[in-house]
């Protein structure tokens, strides 16, 4: 490759227009790679803990296991035609469903969630890289406040590095990162070898009586957390030319190392009282198996950071204000306000965990049934691209003043569903949570909504592209 096409690929990838065939270089294997990387960080351990609380082991890490394939599946039919279609990201294949403007209602989430979670795992590498200090006696424990917070800094400073290229960036820092899902994997063999028995024996703290609740919550926390990809996931699966190419890289690498590692934090909640390995692979291993799942820790939580602060970014090129804008004043934007959140609320995050995955099922899940329903049933896969790129008054895709309005009413709908099954701050529910768990019947109740409001008002109207017949 020239040095003239090179740079012609990294300007491409750091925009938000669609990129050509020429221009989408990933292989299946690269794609795959990128996805472990970005999924396998501290998040697993901390999702595990949650299904431990209501579920054993075995109960535990099947029900996660199905709830993430499910919420895999859910995304990948919501976000990835179009944006393996056209080369664009989740953000552009949102507009035929919110308009020509009302995509900065999926934007903001996006924002909001891709911080949130960067926030959490840049705090969880600033923690473990303290205590690894502190294992190895570069560190007091007096200086424990300043090192978070200057580390903090140091992984947001590297992020910015490592993405200066672009999604090339993502790409090599995943082909080294890669390595710490294997490690993951040891650590979960170390924890079941030595403590079986005491696994066996371990009783969830907060299980209900009912345990056909536990085994719906467990299917829940599942669907919810990989619904949290929707915003990640089209700005890496439009760097590889075809759906053929991405298909099983999306499903493995991307839905499969979060119930496979989240393995690890539902064992160490219920054996340890911990799910962070960090703080419990010493006390079964010894000091050096600590510090290598330090390591591990740090290692995991930058991967997924950089791949988050990219997608943000492609994100943000959709406002008009930020299309021309410099790459790096644009990563900037992007990985401030997780500084931010480090420097001065560091502990927010932790403390309310559970109720941010519940919000990302509350957005996400309706997000994801309004873009299934619009796709394959109210356009019959027929999308215009050249009106994901426009905002003009003459837009296909301009609905009324640029917002459509059924998928307003559709969201709402979705989110009240929601709120009536499971209360996100509480986790209390109500039937039939139990037997359909909250997100698929927000995301089912908010495609219907969709459709009827579509059928009714927007192609009857001639707006939207729809090809209406009467």
Known sequence: MSNTTEA???????????????????????LGISLATAAAATWCYIIGEYVGYYLKFREGFFTLFAGSMIGMLIV??????????????????????????????PAAMQ????????????????KSTKQLLLALGLASDGSGSFLVSATVLLASALVFLFLLKGSSGVE?????????????????????TQRWDDLQAATPAYASDQPLWNYTTGVEIGIVS???????????????????????????GMGAPVPLLSAIGIAGILVLQVSDPAEWMRTVGGPVYGVIALLFVAAANLGTAVAGVYSSSIG??????????????????SIAPVGIVGLFIPDLFFANFGTFLAFIGLGFAPLCGIQITDYYFLRKRSIDVRGLMESGPHSVYRFWGGF???SIIAMGAGILTYLYLLNPI??????????????????????????????LVVRRSGKGGYRYKS
């Open 8 to 30: 012609v690929l990294i300007e491409a990838d750091k925009s938000a227009w669609p990129l050509l065939p020429g221009e989408r270089t990933w292989s299946a294997w690269q």
């Open 76 to 105: 990948a039919l919501a976000a990835v035609p179009v944006s393996i279609r056209f080369g664009v990201d989740s953000i552009a294949s949102s507009k035929p469903q919110f308009g020509s403007r009302g995509w900065v209602i």
């Open 111 to 126: 924002f909001v969630s891709i911080v949130g979670w960067n926030s959490l795992l840049l705090i969880f590498f600033a």
């Open 172 to 192: 090599k820092v995943a082909k080294i990162l890669v390595a710490h899902v294997f490690v993951g994997f040891w650590m979960l063999y170390i924890l079941l």
């Open 226 to 252: 990989l619904l949290s990809w929707w915003p990640y996931i089209g700005a890496m699966v439009r760097m590889v030319p075809n759906g053929r190419k991405a298909a099983l890289p999306i499903m493995v």
């Open 316 to 333: 943000l090129r959709h406002f008009p204000a930020l299309q021309n804008l410099r790459w790096p004043a644009l990563l900037l934007i």
């Open 404 to 406: 459509n309005p059924a």
């Open 426 to 455: 509480t986790y209390a529910s109500r039937w039939p949570y139990e037997y359909v768990t909250a997100s698929l019947p927000t995301a089912i109740v908010a495609g219907g909504v969709y459709a009827l409001v579509t059928t």
